[in-house]
C-alpha cells in the first residue's frame, strides 16, 4: 500500500495549529530558499524545517529520511549537467570521456551546489506542510481565496477519489502479482495496461454513480466546508517573527559566501 | 518527469507561471462553460483527475531499471481535449507536489507548462490529425501518446537549459546535455507508455465503447470498424 504523507498529516500535533501560519512559514521558506545567493541560507532553511517536522511534527525519523531521499535523484541528475556545462570562471576539474572534454569551472560548480540546497530547502518545506497539514485543512484556506469554484470544488471531488482509486488500484495489481503477473517485462506491460484500463472505466462507473448521489442530495455545485477555528497564539507570532528575521539576518550576511 | 522545488532560478520560475496561468484560466473558463451545459460532468472530469493522480503514482516496470511512471495526459488530452486535461494536470501536480514533493510549488508554472500544456496539445493534435486522415486508431493513439511524452521532456528540458545555459554552445548546448541525461529514461519510457496507452484504448473500446463516444474522442464508425463489426 502506498503511505500518503496525508496519512501521518492527520495524525500530527501540528495539525491543530492555523493554517495560515503554517502556510505563511512555508511560503516564507520557498520564496528566500529560491531566491538566495548561497547555500548556506537554503541549507539552514531545510534544517529548521527538517527539525520542525520531526520533531515537532513527530514524523517517524526513518520514513522521513527515506522519503527525502527519493526525489533528490532527479535534483542530482540536472545538477551534473549545470557543474559540468554552465557558467565561465578557472578550471577547477577536467576529464575526457569519449574523446568528450567535461570541464568543471568554478562557475558551475557553485551554481550546481547551490540549486542542489535549493531544491533540498525546498523539500523540505514541501514535506514540512505535507506531514504536518491534511488536505483536508488546506480545502478550507482555498475556498477562502478567490480561486474560481468550479476549480475548487474539482480539486476536492479529485482529492476524494484519489484514495478510492488508490484502494481499488492495490488490490488488483495485488492480484495481479500472485498470478505473476508481473514476472517478465512483456506480462507487466500487459497486466499494467489491463489494471489502467479496468480503473477508468471504474471510475467512470463511479463517476456516474457519484453525480446521482450528489444530485439527489441537492447538490448545487457548492460543498460545505467545516472550517476550524484556530486562532493564532501570541506566543506562535513571537516565534515566527523571530525565526524569519534570524534567517534573514543569515540570508543577508552569507550572500556572497560559495563553494569555491 | 518534474522540475523539483527551487530548481529553476528567479525570473524563471515566475516567467512560466506568467505563461502557464493564462492556459490554466482558459481551462477553467472551458470546463465552466462545460459544467454548466452538462452538469453530469463535473464528478466524471473529478474521477478523470483522479484517475491521472494514481496513473502516475503507479510505478511503469521500466526497460532501464529505473521506476518512472506514465504521465497520462496522452490519454487525458485524447479523451478530454488539451484545455480541459491543463486544468486537470494543475491540480494532479498540485497535490503531487504538496503529497510527494513530486515537483514543487515555485516550479509549478513550469511543470504545467511542459506537463499539461505542452505535451497533450502536442497529442491531441497528432490524435486528431491522424483519425482525421483514418489511420489506423491504435497506431494513432500510440503516436500520440509517446509524443505527447517527448515533448514534455523536450519542454522540461528547453526550460532547464534557458535557465542555466552553458558556458560553451549556450542555450543550444546546455539542451544537448539536459536532454541527453533525460533521453536514458524518457526514450524507452515514452515508447512504453505509448504502448499502455493503446492497449488500454483497446480495452475501453472493447468493453465501453459509447464512454468513448459520449466524450467525442471516436465516432460510432470508428468504433464499428475498431470492433471489426460490419452493421
Redesign the interface.
Known sequence: MTTLLDDYALISPLRNRNNWLKLIIVAFGLLVGVSSTSPVTPLFIALSMSIATVFLGKTPLKLYLKILTAPLGFAFAGAVVIFFFFGSGSEILSFNIFGYPFIANSEGINMATLVVSRTFSGMCCLFFLAFTTPMVELFAVLKKTRLPESFIELSMLIYRYIFVFLDVAMSIKYAQTIRLGYKDVKSSIYSFSMLVSTLFLQSWEQGEKLYLAMDSRCYNGKMMMFDAKRPVELSEIITASLYFIFILTIFYFTKNISVV | M?????????PW?QLWFAISIPVIMFG?YK??KM?EYK??I??????????I???S??K??S?TGSCSHPTGTGLGAILFGPAVTA??ST??L??Q??????G???TLGANVFAMGIIGPLVGYAIYKAGMKFNFNAYAVVFLAATFADWATYVATASQ?SLA?????GGIL??FK??AG??AVTQVPLAI?EG??TT??F???VQ??SE?LIKLNAISKEGVRKLKGVTA
Not at chain 2, 97 to 102: D, M, P, T
Open positions: 518534474h522540475i523539483m522545488e527551487g530548481f529553476l532560478p528567479t520560475w477553467i470546463l465552466n459544467v452538469r453530469e463535473l464528478p466524471l472530469l473529478a474521477v478523470a483527475g483522479a484517475f493522480f494514481v496513473l503514482s503507479l511503469l516496470p526497460v486544468v486537470l491540480i494532479v498540485l497535490y507536489a504538496i503529497f510527494l514533493a513530486h514543487g510549488l515555485t532547464l542555466f545555459p552553458a558556458e560553451t548546448g546546455s546535455a539536459f541525461i533525460f512504453m504502448a499502455v492497449l488500454i483497446k480495452y475501453i468493453l465501453k464512454a
